[in-house]
T-cell receptor
Framework: SAVISQKPSRDICQRGTSLTIQCQVD?????MFWYRQQPGQSLTLIAT?????????ESGFVIDKFPISRPNLTFSTLTVSNMSPEDSSIYLC????????????FGQGTRLTVV | GESVGLHLPTLSVQEGDNSIINCAYS??????FIWYKQESGKGPQFIID?????DKRQGQRVTVLLNKTVKHLSLQIAATQPGDSAVYFC??????????FGPGTRLSVLP
């Protein structure tokens, strides 16, 4: 298993600003992912955070809007840039420890409200 | 603030009864499935998993059934308790590194 800490747990931000969310894992993990969960909806994958290289983004998500860093095997950040009220969501960090086709663990999420 | 799953389908059951939550998955090539439980203000928590070479798997008070013919998963919770109240998601994985989540079902346990 893995213990995942996300910061901040929640924030209220002004439109046009940016917020960086941090994800810290208590052990080295091979895979790290960022998901978005809009109000009342399911989870949607934003991107896979790759250590030492650019993140892999899913359709509908772009690096300019959601830049991601992953400097090592235990840490990643997701930035939500130039925010608008439509970006109000829960953002979740997820990690995989056992390779392809094994359990994914989630942080508690960051609840973002853009006003 | 708005709770997770506010607009999701809701299943209401009496405490002590059995619950069955259903999920239709999208990819016939998916080979690994997980049921997650998400309580308000928390991230999804692993409940039980199943691989595509199985059709049933049992845990403590929970059973997952997989029907690949119709691409259907179900989660059965025995003797449902108030602590089981949450939103439940199925997630599928296709030899990849990430999971695709179903729409979710809110389980409400009535006293």
């Amino acid at each position: 298993s893995a213990v995942i800490s996300q910061k901040p747990s929640r924030d209220i931000c002004q439109r046009g600003t940016s917020l960086t969310i941090q994800c810290q894992v208590d052990s080295q993990v091979t895979m790290m992912f960022w998901y978005r969960q809009q109000p009342g909806q399911s989870l949607t994958l934003i991107a896979t955070a790759n250590q030492g290289s650019e993140a892999t983004y899913e359709s509908g998500f772009v690096i300019d809007k959601f830049p991601i860093s992953r400097p090592n095997l235990t840490f990643s950040t997701l930035t939500v840039s130039n925010m608008s009220p439509e970006d109000s969501s829960i953002y979740l960090c997820s990690v995989g420890t056992g390779g392809i086709g094994t359990e994914a663990f989630f942080g508690q999420g960051t609840r973002l409200t853009v006003v | 603030g708005e709770s997770v799953g506010l607009h999701l389908p809701t299943l209401s059951v009496q405490e002590g009864d059995n619950s069955i939550i259903n999920c239709a998955y999208s990819n016939s090539a998916s080979d690994y499935f997980i049921w997650y439980k998400q309580e308000s203000g928390k991230g999804p928590q692993f409940i039980i998993d199943i691989r595509s070479n199985m059709d049933k798997r049992q845990g403590q008070r929970v059973t997952v059934l997989l029907n690949k013919t119709v691409k259907h998963l179900s989660l059965q919770i025995a003797a449902t308790q108030p602590g089981d109240s949450a939103v439940y998601f199925c997630a599928e994985n296709n030899y990849g590194q990430n999971f695709v989540f179903g729409p979710g079902t809110r389980l409400s346990v009535l006293p």
